[in-house]
């Protein structure tokens, strides 16, 4: 702690040089993740972070993770490497919101549409690339009166990106390079002419690693394409995909061999939406698929494995929602789900003729749910909603919401939040491998939050007090004869805390952002800290830039009565060397903290990288 405030203060007296100059702050963020429709943020209950295309890419990250887990309170993912989170047996990548997230409990949506492993549920970080992406926004806390099971802690939502507004074309280029022979390209370009619009774009990584056995290869690819039916009505359909391939090295002390993976996710849809003054909505059908083959590995003198274990799986399904503003100050709107989703796995042996099925099985869901907002003064607005989900194993579920908003034109604004979240457990947990256990309910929490915020020219802040209350987790348990382990609904739990954020821009050219989050827990949760804290300090001149960031974490459970603390202090450079060039290079963990966020992985220290950007 000391070390992170001396490099702090350190970094605020240099950067706070610049000549101060008037600017101000935009008073108004329009999100779409909180209510489906474009609507100022003051008006929702939720508390929701919005990061842009530019603040995801100003530390030159390839990856969407990064740039949340700094820039969001509460929410952290644990990784093993220096890129790439792997799936499977010691895979990375779980990540927390309010330390509720592991397995199946926060969901991701690309554009709206769920994006998650059909068999095992859980979201795919590897997959989630900043090429394609024009903004995230983030939901802190239960979010399933809209989007129903999986986001029980919260929702992340890539939105990716669109065609500019007039004709013409725009492409965008980055590669770069750096410690462990990593290596990292990405292109996209927006094209649009009259009533047809597109955005295409490829991205390719790959790294030795830091450690033997460690090395991470991966190629993705989008396309979006759009036609202007009319002034009102848009078509859209797009797809994603990546394939990635990874060594895993296992845990230091228990090295695994032979352990390689070759994971394809795939996500396609189609979309119709509409846009009048005073309705909005849109139908997509959608589908995604992985497949996946593994070799766990062995230790060392231990026989090596004779088969692969594979699984296809996907999702498949549609979403449709309409709203309507029903009277003055009104917005409601309607919506429907449907989903099927599952998948097989098998074990696949070398021999060529002998194959062990693992599990087939699929499942549906489907939902209605009507969200009501009514801005009752000038000041004051309520939320209201209830979902009604049925899960072909779990049954029917309902969900209430309900919460207060109330702004005034100082831009001071208070929210008051009560959700229910649930999660269904998934196919692995009923159904595949030793434990599982086909009797499984789902899990529950009960969620409270007061949120608070104020927007002052140069200055925004925001403060978050939460309370959560879970019923019925799902834990890998002995089996009261004492033979074997089962999967049973056997823990609550409480999590409480707070979380502040501050932006300060100096000037057009100097901005200053830090925050801190605080999560009090009666259970020891891997991979969610109990102490968080961001700093960053920034320049963008006309030729040069340069970004610091500052991150402490402390009280990080591992596992085994084992936390972790640390300090991170990464700074990059960029100068534009021409009009449409820009090179930069960049430096992480600069103190060579020797640290670990998931236990047996200890991340590499001081790393150096360096590239260039092209815009044409």
């Excluded at 859980?122 to 997959?127: E, L, M």
Aim: charged fraction near 20%; aromatic fraction near 14%; hydrophobic fraction near 35%.
């Amino acid at each position: 702690m000391k070390t992170f405030f001396s490099i702090l203060a350190l970094g605020a007296l240099t950067l706070s040089a610049g000549a101060q100059t008037d600017t101000t702050i935009q008073h108004s963020e329009v999100v779409v993740t909180g209510t489906r429709n474009s609507v100022d943020v003051r008006y929702l209950p939720l508390t929701v972070t919005q990061i842009s295309n530019a603040e995801l890419e100003k530390n030159y990250d390839f990856s969407v993770l990064p740039a949340i887990i700094e820039q969001t309170p509460g929410l952290f993912a644990t990784s093993r490497g220096i890129i790439g989170y792997g799936v499977s047996t010691n895979a990375a990548g779980s990540i927390k919101v309010r330390g509720v997230g592991s397995m199946a409990q926060l969901l991701v949506l690309i554009d709206g549409q769920p994006q998650f492993a059909g068999l095992m549920g859980h979201p795919i970080p590897d997959a989630y690339q900043n090429f394609s992406t024009e903004k995230v926004e983030i939901i802190r806390g239960a979010s399933c009166l809209l989007y129903g099971s999986n986001a029980m802690g919260g929702v992340i939502n890539i939105v990716t990106k669109d065609a500019q507004k007039t004709d013409g074309a725009q492409t965008d280029f980055q590669i770069s390079g750096g410690s462990y022979g990593t290596f990292q390209a990405q292109a996209s370009g927006k094209f649009r002419r009259g009533k047809f619009s597109s955005t295409l774009g490829v991205s390719y990584q790959t790294t030795d690693g830091h450690r033997p056995n460690s090395g991470f290869e991966q190629l993705s690819d989008f396309i979006k394409v759009g036609y202007d039916i009319s002034d009102h009505w848009t078509a859209n359909a797009d797809i994603n995909l990546t394939n990635f391939q990874f060594s895993n090295p296992g845990p230091e002390g228990a090295e695994i061999y032979d352990s390689d993976a070759d994971i394809i996710r795939g996500l396609a849809s189609v979309s119709l939406t509409n846009n009048y003054a005073k309705t909005s909505g849109t139908v997509r059908v959608f589908y995604d698929w992985g497949n996946h083959e593994i070799n766990d590995g062995h230790l060392l003198n231990a026989p090596e494995k004779t088969y692969l274990y594979e699984h296809r799986d996907f999702i498949g399904g549609i979403n449709a929602y309409q709203s309507v503003s029903l009277f003055q100050g009104n917005r409601t709107t309607f919506g429907f789900d449907y989903q099927n989703f599952g998948g097989k796995a098998w074990n696949d042996f070398f021999d060529g003729h002998s194959q062990d099925i693992v599990k087939e099985k699929n499942q549906n869901e489907i939902a209605g749910y009507v969200d009501f907002r009514q801005e009752l003064t000038s000041w004051f607005s309520a939320d209201l909603g209830v979902r009604v989900d049925n899960h072909s194993q779990s049954g029917t579920f309902v969900v209430p919401q309900f919460g207060l908003s109330f702004y005034s034109q100082k831009d001071d604004n208070v929210k008051l939040l009560f959700s229910k979240g649930f999660r269904n457990p998934t196919i692995r947990e009923m159904y595949m491998f030793p434990p599982q256990n086909d009797e499984l309910k789902p899990e529950e929490t009960m969620n409270y939050e007061i949120s608070y915020s104020k927007k002052i020219r140069h200055f925004q802040f925001e403060a978050n007090v939460f309370y959560i209350k879970g019923d019925n987790m799902i834990l890998t348990v002995m089996k009261p004869e004492g033979k074997g382990k089962i999967n049973k609904n056997v823990e609550d739990f409480e999590n409480s805390g707070f979380e502040l954020g501050a932006k300060y821009f100096l000037n057009p050219a100097w901005n200053f952002a830090l925050n801190y989050s605080f999560l009090n827990s009666n259970k020891d949760i891997e991979g969610a800290p109990k102490n968080k804290i961001y700093f960053s300090a920034g320049y963008s001149g006309e030729k040069f830039s340069s970004n610091l960031t500052v991150e402490n974490i402390s009280g990080l459970y591992i596992g085994e009565n084992e936390e972790e603390n640390y300090t991170l202090v990464n700074l990059n450079f960029g100068y534009q060397v021409l009009k449409n060039i820009k090179v930069f290079v960049k430096g992480e963990n600069l103190l060579a903290q020797k640290y670990q966020t998931y236990a047996g992985f200890y991340m590499p220290k001081a790393t150096f990288f360096g590239g260039v950007k092209m815009t044409f």
